[in-house]
């Protein structure tokens, strides 16, 4: 890379950093996951437990991108379809290396049809620029499809009849990393009730399979707490140093 191509690619990180509210090379005094120094021994991945796979989505497991949309925009599983504007399927590459999973589409979201828009979506997509991404460059889906009212959690119900889009989303666009962003997202895929706190700083493996999960805090929970966008930014780290191999 010649000099001037290195120094805007430093100007443009210094910016994205700024954006998140995060000072240049500066670490909160002890977080969760600090970076691993050059020599350091990476953190080693961690399995989830089996899940047992739903006969229910044996037909979703054999549809293109083409069907697979068709079929979550007629979707009727769960109550949810009565109150929905739009689905919201997903976004970016689909053949990505990076794969991004949030939660559920918010008003603005099932509004638009499009996942992680607004204040949240201009957050990840600063995230992800301090990465040297741009949103067109990774895979955004959510656990849920549509909104649930009022923005509640969704219930065990709804994430049961959305599993099999999110699980065929996976295998078509078979992404080197997934990148589990809040609570809802990172137990849904992991099978597990820890804490994103206790999840975060190791990478993880899909339960069933022998793709790698990071786990990091949702961009809206960053905007309500910045205190801890330090951590959000080791998150990134790990990612970035995963990514690389």
Known sequence: MSEPEETSRETLRRACLQAM?????????????????????????????????DGAGDAVARMDWQALEAAVAGCRA?????????TVFGVGDRSAGLM??????????DRKGEPF??????????????L??????????????CRPPGNRNPSVEETAACAPYLQRQIELVAPRMILAVGGVAAHNLLATEESVGRLRGRAHLL???SREVLVTYHPAY????????A?????????ARRLRG
Do not use: F, S
């Open 117 to 130: 828009v607004g204040r949240a979506g201009m957050l990840l997509d600063n995230m992800l620029a301090a």
């Open 100 to 109: 991004i999973v949030g939660e559920a589409p918010g008003a603005e979201e």
């Open 222 to 229: 960053l905007l309500r707490r910045p205190e801890e966008k």
């Open 78 to 86: 769960c109550g949810l379809c009565k109150t929905r504007r739009n």
């Open 207 to 209: 339960p069933g399979g």
């Open 132 to 145: 040297g991404l741009q949103r067109q460059q990774v895979y955004i889906a959510n656990i849920l499809k």
């Open 21 to 53: 509210g995060i000072p240049r090379y500066r670490l909160r005094d002890r977080v969760e996951a600090e970076p691993v120094a050059v020599g350091e021994e990476v953190p080693p991945v961690e399995e989830a437990p089996a899940r047992p796979q």
């Open 231 to 239: 951590k959000a930014w080791a998150d990134l780290q790990l990612l």
